[in-house]
């Protein structure tokens, strides 16, 4: 759903003065503009007609437009224009209600004036808010004042009138001057800095065009059937489909315009974004510095290609961000990261595996760590009929073997904050550990079930002690792929529950329906099937449970997809007919949990990070803060708590790089000892 000014609840730790020159550029603009009442293109209703066709026919759900999910459809759409309650007064909202048992009926007719007519009264309030945000401005606020700003105002109700929105936007605006004056700001640094951002905001708004609107409806309507049907306008199917060639070199990420916000819509496996695992898809960045020392720009309302331009740059130079989390939520406070730019290429993103030595007593056993960040398949080299094309499959047998030629004890397959991939691969990749049988179930949206086969004639590559990590940012494939080595218990899932993602989408060119060469039509991607375990179990919501679980910093509750609204449910279908090999018993899941038990009321490091992983739970419950300098200030120096990784010199081999490794990783420490047990009980 798109968010069209998701302002409410920041705290933007940025910091820049507002020359003469950028407030001419900003008065010119507004003395030689006016407010243009939007109105539906010529193309507009014929592709609501086709989109709610498309819905009907072929979306997995198969819901019908009814009165109910008009009501969801008109409630999606005041909240992804005002997610914090802050623009529309309670009347407002309650003027339009009469429209909201008859979205079903319009929809489908191309009737889409309610939409148009709802944007202008918001596009109204917030250029009144805009406007009060200037005089707030003009004189410093009493940061010694005791009094709290409540960001999350979910439950809140809308304003009644000016004078209780003007209070909501009084607390908005001193949170986040309150955040420039932790920083070292002065007031009048704070006071210009947030006049320029809110004069780039008010620019912004003078600026949004008919598809805007029309984008931001349809996807209200969309998000009604399940989160990952999205509408994609003309310039976002363009930016959606942009060339893997012409993603972000500089950082490993392909952005994409979502109105005011640049957004994450995907990390390249291998790049600078994804080893620092800090930023994910659907983040925001809202701030870019040059170097360890540059201020940050503010780039909220900027448009994409301005703030590629300064993302991008040399190989081996800092650039720093500052983003919104989306795992956050609504209530999302900037985070600062730092990335050194390079160039993506294959072999960056493609397995790498590593040999880490663990001893317990007078033993040292050698461990194979095989890193996957996705199930890639290149299928150019494929179709061309190359030989030695490259796939994860592939790859991973090469590494196995180079592995097991330096004397492997046990193999940890990581696949931490791996999003999916290739289907193909997934169940490529379980035919080196499985016999033949089936690894996976698709339901397709005409109840139709295909089994997808391991088809390698029942070699099994690799039979030893076999433990694969996983962890909240594990989805799709990687889903699929540890599902199946858990059905069919030949080795141990270790780390957090997975994503959850049982849902496959396919992107629909409208062009395909609408036959007007004239006209620039958008995209559909629309959800049309789910994957399910040979079990007959889906993972949709639920995804993986580990045989060993380790504490996450999300509940499922607040970041996976049981946290999206209208996810698709979970369920189960009949299952598939296959042979456990039966190389993981019950005795071992015991034995290896009591051992982790054991590790966790001993090891200080794991000890810490549970405790640092609650605190941060606490934090993100927080439904306010204090809006007094001093308070304020304590608390943030009690959040800055470095985690404590210390390891026993007598556990890890001295070997300075794997040392370093072990200690900033402590789950990755943990599952290697679990492996050793594995091993110890001749697991294989």
Same mark, same amino acid.
């Given at each position: 759903?798109?968010?069209?000014?998701?302002?409410?609840?920041?705290?933007?730790?940025?910091?820049?003065?507002?020359?003469?020159?950028?407030?001419?550029?900003?008065?010119?603009?507004?003395?030689?503009?006016?407010?243009?009442?939007?109105?539906?293109?010529?193309?507009?209703?014929?592709?609501?007609?086709?989109?709610?066709?498309?819905?009907?026919?072929?979306?997995?759900?198969?819901?019908?437009?009814?009165?109910?999910?008009?009501?969801?459809?008109?409630?999606?759409?005041?909240?992804?224009?005002?997610?914090?309650?802050?623009?529309?007064?309670?009347?407002?909202?309650?003027?339009?209600?009469?429209?909201?048992?008859?979205?079903?009926?319009?929809?489908?007719?191309?009737?889409?004036?309610?939409?148009?007519?709802?944007?202008?009264?918001?596009?109204?309030?917030?250029?009144?808010?805009?406007?009060?945000?200037?005089?707030?401005?003009?004189?410093?606020?009493?940061?010694?004042?005791?009094?709290?700003?409540?960001?999350?105002?979910?439950?809140?109700?809308?304003?009644?009138?000016?004078?209780?929105?003007?209070?909501?936007?009084?607390?908005?605006?001193?949170?986040?001057?309150?955040?420039?004056?932790?920083?070292?700001?002065?007031?009048?640094?704070?006071?210009?800095?947030?006049?320029?951002?809110? $004069?780039?905001?008010? !620019? *912004?708004?003078?600026?949004?065009? +008919? /598809?805007?609107?029309?984008?931001?409806?349809?996807?209200?309507? =969309?998000?009604?059937?399940?989160?990952?049907?999205?509408?994609?306008?003309?310039?976002?199917?363009?930016?959606?489909?942009?060339?893997?060639?012409?993603?972000?070199?500089?950082?490993?990420?392909?952005?994409?315009?979502?109105?005011?916000?640049?957004?994450?819509?995907?990390?390249?496996?291998?790049?600078?974004?994804?080893?620092?695992?800090?930023?994910?898809?659907?983040?925001?960045?809202?701030?870019?510095?040059?170097?360890?020392?540059?201020?940050?720009?503010?780039?909220?309302?900027?448009?994409?290609?301005?703030?590629?331009?300064?993302?991008?740059?040399?190989?081996?130079?800092?650039?720093?961000?500052?983003?919104?989390?989306?795992?956050?939520?609504?209530?999302?406070?900037?985070?600062?990261?730092?990335?050194?730019?390079?160039?993506?290429?294959?072999? $960056?993103?493609?397995? !790498? *595996?590593?040999?880490?030595?663990? +001893? /317990?007593?007078?033993?040292?056993?050698?461990?194979?760590?095989? =890193?996957?960040?996705?199930?890639?398949?290149?299928?150019?080299?494929?179709?061309?009929?190359?030989?030695?094309?490259?796939?994860?499959?592939?790859?991973?047998?090469?590494?196995?073997?180079?592995?097991?030629?330096?004397?492997?004890?046990?193999?940890?397959?990581?696949?931490?904050?791996?999003?999916?991939?290739?289907?193909?691969?997934?169940?490529?990749?379980?035919?080196?550990?499985?016999?033949?049988?089936?690894?996976?179930?698709?339901?397709?949206?005409?109840?139709?079930?295909?089994?997808?086969?391991?088809?390698?004639?029942?070699?099994?590559?690799?039979?030893?002690?076999?433990?694969?990590?996983?962890?909240?940012?594990?989805?799709?494939?990687?889903?699929?792929?540890?599902?199946?080595?858990?059905?069919?218990?030949?080795?141990?899932?270790?780390?957090?529950?997975?994503?959850? !993602?049982?849902?496959?989408?396919?992107?629909?060119?409208?062009?395909?329906?609408?036959?007007?060469?004239?006209?620039?039509?958008?995209?559909?991607?629309?959800?049309?099937?789910?994957?399910?375990?040979?079990?007959?179990?889906?993972?949709?919501?639920?995804?993986?449970?580990?045989?060993?679980?380790?504490?996450?910093?999300?509940?499922?509750?607040?970041?996976?997809?049981?946290?999206?609204?209208?996810?698709?449910?979970?369920?189960?279908?009949?299952?598939?007919?296959?042979?456990?090999?039966?190389?993981?018993?019950?005795?071992?899941?015991?034995?290896?949990?009591?051992?982790?038990?054991?590790?966790?009321?001993?090891?200080?490091?794991?000890?810490?990070?549970?405790?640092?992983?609650?605190?941060?739970?606490?934090?993100?419950?927080?439904?306010?803060?204090?809006?007094?300098?001093?308070?304020?200030?304590?608390?943030?120096?009690?959040?800055?708590?470095?985690?404590?990784?210390?390891?026993?010199?007598?556990?890890?081999?001295?070997?300075?790089?794997?040392?370093?490794?072990?200690?900033?990783?402590?789950?990755?420490?943990?599952?290697?000892?679990?492996?050793?047990?594995?091993?110890?009980?001749?697991?294989?």
């Amino acid at each position: 759903m798109n968010k069209l000014l998701l302002i409410a609840g920041f705290v933007l730790l940025t910091s820049f003065g507002v020359s003469t020159e950028y407030r001419n550029e900003f008065q010119s603009f507004f003395d030689g503009d006016t407010l243009k009442v939007l109105t539906p293109k010529e193309e507009h209703p014929s592709e609501a007609y086709v989109i709610t066709n498309l819905l009907k026919r072929i979306h997995y759900r198969k819901l019908q437009l009814s009165d109910s999910i008009s009501s969801v459809i008109f409630d999606n759409y005041f909240e992804s224009l005002d997610p914090n309650k802050a623009y529309f007064f309670a009347d407002d909202v309650a003027s339009f209600e009469k429209y909201r048992y008859e979205l079903d009926n319009q929809i489908p007719e191309g009737e889409l004036q309610f939409a148009y007519d709802v944007f202008d009264v918001y596009r109204k309030r917030a250029l009144t808010q805009i406007d009060y945000v200037f005089t707030l401005l003009e004189t410093e606020f009493d940061f010694s004042k005791e009094e709290t700003y409540t960001f999350d105002r979910e439950d809140a109700n809308w304003p009644k009138d000016q004078a209780e929105q003007n209070e909501v936007w009084r607390k908005i605006i001193k949170n986040q001057a309150l955040s420039y004056k932790l920083a070292g700001r002065e007031w009048d640094d704070i006071s210009e800095s947030l006049t320029k951002r809110y $004069q780039r905001i008010q !620019k *912004a708004i003078y600026q949004y065009n +008919s /598809e805007d609107v029309f984008q931001s409806y349809m996807n209200a309507y =969309t998000s009604a059937y399940d989160p990952h049907t999205d509408y994609f306008s003309p310039v976002d199917a363009e930016n959606f489909q942009i060339d893997m060639g012409l993603s972000l070199e500089g950082i490993g990420a392909r952005l994409m315009q979502n109105l005011d916000y640049t957004q994450v819509a995907e990390i390249i496996p291998g790049g600078p974004a994804y080893k620092s695992k800090l930023l994910q898809k659907d983040d925001k960045i809202i701030g870019v510095a040059q170097g360890d020392d540059g201020e940050f720009l503010d780039v909220i309302g900027w448009r994409l290609d301005d703030v590629v331009s300064k993302i991008r740059g040399p190989k081996g130079s800092v650039v720093r961000l500052q983003i919104l989390k989306a795992s956050d939520g609504i209530n999302a406070l900037p985070d600062t990261l730092r990335l050194v730019r390079d160039k993506i290429n294959l072999e $960056q993103q493609a397995a !790498k *595996a590593e040999m880490i030595p663990i +001893s /317990e007593g007078s033993t040292t056993y050698n461990l194979g760590v095989i =890193t996957i960040p996705s199930f890639y398949l290149n299928f150019e080299e494929l179709r061309a009929g190359k030989e030695d094309y490259r796939s994860t499959t592939r790859d991973v047998k090469k590494l196995i073997r180079e592995l097991e030629d330096q004397g492997m004890d046990g193999l940890m397959l990581d696949l931490r904050f791996n999003g999916g991939g290739s289907l193909q691969e997934a169940i490529e990749l379980s035919g080196l550990f499985i016999p033949d049988g089936p690894v996976v179930q698709v339901r397709n949206y005409d109840q139709t079930v295909d089994k997808m086969d391991d088809e390698d004639g029942g070699e099994v590559f690799y039979d030893g002690p076999l433990a694969v990590m996983v962890n909240r940012g594990s989805a799709s494939a990687s889903e699929i792929f540890s599902g199946a080595i858990q059905d069919y218990r030949r080795g141990v899932i270790i780390g957090e529950s997975t994503f959850g !993602k049982g849902t496959v989408q396919n992107v629909i060119d409208l062009s395909r329906y609408i036959r007007n060469p004239e006209l620039n039509l958008g995209q559909i991607k629309m959800t049309l099937a789910k994957f399910y375990r040979v079990t007959g179990s889906s993972n949709q919501r639920v995804g993986i449970a580990p045989d060993v679980q380790f504490p996450s910093i999300y509940d499922q509750a607040d970041f996976g997809e049981a946290s999206r609204p209208n996810a698709l449910p979970w369920d189960e279908i009949a299952g598939a007919k296959f042979k456990p090999t039966n190389s993981i018993s019950e005795e071992l899941l015991d034995h290896l949990n009591a051992l982790y038990r054991s590790d966790l009321n001993s090891d200080p490091d794991l000890q810490k990070l549970v405790r640092d992983i609650e605190k941060a739970k606490e934090n993100r419950n927080r439904k306010s803060v204090s809006l007094n300098f001093e308070e304020r200030r304590a608390a943030t120096n009690n959040d800055e708590d470095e985690l404590s990784t210390t390891v026993d010199d007598s556990e890890v081999t001295d070997v300075d790089d794997i040392d370093e490794k072990l200690k900033n990783d402590p789950y990755l420490k943990e599952g290697l000892r679990l492996l050793v047990a594995m091993k110890k009980f001749k697991v294989g």
